[in-house]
């Protein structure tokens, strides 16, 4: 079946630094990928979608500048976190379409900013 | 008000009991809606997804939607410890595969 696949399992950064998520279709073509975050005991809050070849579309509230968005192939997604803070840590998924009304999600990358 | 409510739980039921988890939506023009398992520090997995009303099973698993009262539910017969997860009810709200989730149910199947 359709396999998404997410790495860095989980990262511990120091405050300030920088931090890339990769998210990879492994078996399919996702010309979308979307990146989604989850805080604790919370539902899944959509960041952005990643769009190959162009540029990702953000949702409201999401700053893209912090959240950098590259989607250089068919099938890898990268998210980085940019001058990360103890506040952006949380569980960042990544998913992808496998047809029309379908997505497969990422294990999940757990982010702590220290 | 929020697209997708659902109760968080936590939801705690002896095996094999009859699991009923739900939720409810505001736009009744939403059409498609799925059910994620969560296991701790995993990413969601789909279970299933039902289109417009009726039911859809699978094993142990029925989904429901009710368009008319705007509610879906997930029932899960026989239920075993390692159903022991969030359960994640989605609909597709947007075009271009945009889900929007609820807070998800955190169900314990205890021995």
């Known amino acids: 079946g359709a396999v998404v696949s997410q790495h860095p399992s989980w990262v511990i950064c120091k405050s300030g630094t920088s931090v890339k998520i990769e998210c990879r279709s492994l078996?399919?073509?996702?010309?979308?990928m979307f990146w989604y975050r989850q805080f604790p005991k919370q539902s899944l809050m959509l960041m952005a979608t990643?769009?190959?070849?162009?540029?990702?579309?953000?949702e409201q509230g999401v700053e893209k500048d912090k959240f950098l968005i590259n989607h250089a192939s068919l099938t890898l997604s990268t998210l980085t976190v940019t001058s990360a803070h103890p506040e952006d840590s949380s569980f960042y998924i990544c998913?992808?379409?496998?047809?029309?009304?379908?997505?497969?999600f990422g294990n999940g990358t757990r982010l702590t900013v220290t | 008000q929020k697209e997708v409510e659902q109760d968080p739980g936590p939801l705690s039921v002896p095996e094999g009991a009859i699991v009923s988890l739900n939720c409810t939506y505001s736009n009744s023009a939403f059409q498609y809606f799925m059910w994620y398992r969560q296991y701790s520090r995993k990413g969601p997995e789909l279970l299933m997804y039902?289109?417009?009303?009726g039911n859809k099973e699978d094993g142990r698993f029925t989904a429901q939607v009710d368009k008319s009262s705007k509610y879906i539910s997930l029932f899960i017969r026989d239920s075993q410890p390692s159903d022991s997860a969030t359960y994640l009810c989605?609909?597709?709200?947007?075009?271009?595969?945009?889900?929007?989730f609820g807070t998800g149910t955190q169900l314990k199947v205890e021995l």
């Open positions: 998913s992808a379409p496998v047809d029309d009304n379908t997505l497969h």
């Open positions: 989605a609909i597709l709200t947007g075009g271009g595969n945009k889900l929007t």
């Open positions: 990643s769009n190959e070849g162009s540029k990702a579309t953000y």
């Open positions: 078996d399919f073509q996702a010309t979308t």
């Open positions: 039902t289109y417009s009303s």
